[in-house]
């Protein structure tokens, strides 16, 4: 795949996602391939791909009879998945903290220093994701990281939309992102731990309420 392709990929995306998080499609809403290429004067190639990447992080449902439905953002989605990460996250946020190495520190300063300097919501929550897998890189060989990936690719979209109608929620984030970052310079395994379940279960009640506002049309 070229790296033209790829972008053109990523564009149309990003343009759906953004267009699903902002109630532009509605859950029940087909999303026809031949009419979205058509809309961003794109081939059909990308587009599928596009919706394999939707699919991926549970935007849309792809069915070989009803196509491609956009299934929307639920309270009991993202209770289920952050759920799950509260339960799991912490304990591979406290384990990688004894394994990290200087240059995952590094990197992941690096992203925190972006994530500190956007204001685009599908940004700062990419950049997130890449955070918290930088500090969590040195378990990646578990089955615990593997299953904390796959959480944390899902929980993007509901990341952008608190994002969206709640942007003051980006300096909050931004500080207790700081402070996981102190406590794994400071090899404090069990502060980390704290953070990060704190961290999490803050995330889920602002995305909750973010969740609950677009299905009431705000």
Not at 5 to 17: G, P
Not at 157 to 185: C, K
Request: aromatic share 6%; proline share 3%; hydrophobic share 40%.
């Amino acid at each position: 795949m070229s790296k033209a392709f790829k972008t053109i990929e990523q564009q149309v995306l990003s343009l759906l996602r953004n267009d699903i998080l902002r109630g532009h499609y509605q859950p029940g809403d087909k999303l026809r391939q031949d009419q979205v290429a058509r809309r961003f004067e794109v081939s059909t190639t990308p587009v599928r791909e596009a919706f394999r990447g939707l699919r991926s992080e549970g935007l849309v449902s792809i069915d070989a009879n009803k196509g491609v439905v956009v299934k929307g953002l639920t309270v009991s989605d993202v209770a289920e998945i952050y759920e799950l990460r509260i339960a799991l996250e912490p304990l591979l946020a406290k384990k990688s903290v004894a394994t990290i190495d200087p240059e995952s520190l590094l990197a992941a300063d690096a992203v925190h220093q972006q994530m500190c300097a956007t204001v685009d919501p599908h940004q700062w929550s990419s950049l997130n994701r890449e955070f918290h897998l930088h500090l969590m890189k040195s378990e990646e060989q578990s089955r615990l990281f593997e299953i904390v990936r796959n959480l944390l690719v899902v929980a993007e979209p509901y990341v952008s939309l608190s994002m969206f109608l709640h942007p003051h929620i980006q300096q909050t984030d931004n500080e207790e992102h700081g402070m996981i970052l102190a406590g794994y310079r400071k090899k404090n395994g069990r502060a980390v731990e704290k953070v990060v379940r704190q961290h999490l279960q803050q995330t889920l009640a602002a995305i909750q309420d973010s969740v609950g506002q677009q299905a009431l049309g705000r």
